[in-house]
């Protein structure tokens, strides 16, 4: 299984940035994907997750981003996106797509966000 994250970039406070996980090879049906971020000298936390509707879908948001970040999957194309809206500078850091499976948990390579003017 491999994860092609995608989407980061740098982009004025305020502004909107869709980052997409693309995940190749065999996941099966039931599985969690999402987000997390990593900012300098910081630690990795969970910016969002949504689980696939075989473990009856539900999705999870860290405080700093409800109301501002949306989660959302296509299970047919084994694809998470991240719609981040009204980005703030603490928003930057190198943020990771993961997915989570019954066997194991798997990274993607991170994609910068820089939010700044």
């Given at each position: 299984?491999?994860?092609q994250a995608s989407g980061g970039g740098l982009v004025q406070p305020g502004g909107s940035l869709?980052?997409?996980?693309?995940?190749?090879?065999?996941?099966?049906?039931?599985n969690i994907m999402g987000w997390y971020r990593q900012a300098p000298g910081k630690l990795r936390e969970l910016v969002a997750s949504a689980a696939s509707v075989g473990r009856v879908g539900s999705?999870?948001?860290?405080?700093p981003v409800k109301g501002r970040f949306s989660i959302s999957r296509d299970n047919a194309k084994?694809?998470?996106?991240l719609q981040m809206n009204s980005l703030k500078p603490e928003d930057t850091a190198a943020?990771?797509?993961k997915l989570t499976t019954a066997a194991n948990d798997y990274w993607g390579q991170g994609t910068l966000v820089t939010v700044s003017s």
């Open positions: 299984v491999q994860l869709r980052l997409s996980c693309v995940a190749t090879g065999s996941i099966g049906s039931s999705t999870i948001y860290a405080d084994n694809t998470v996106h943020y990771y797509c």
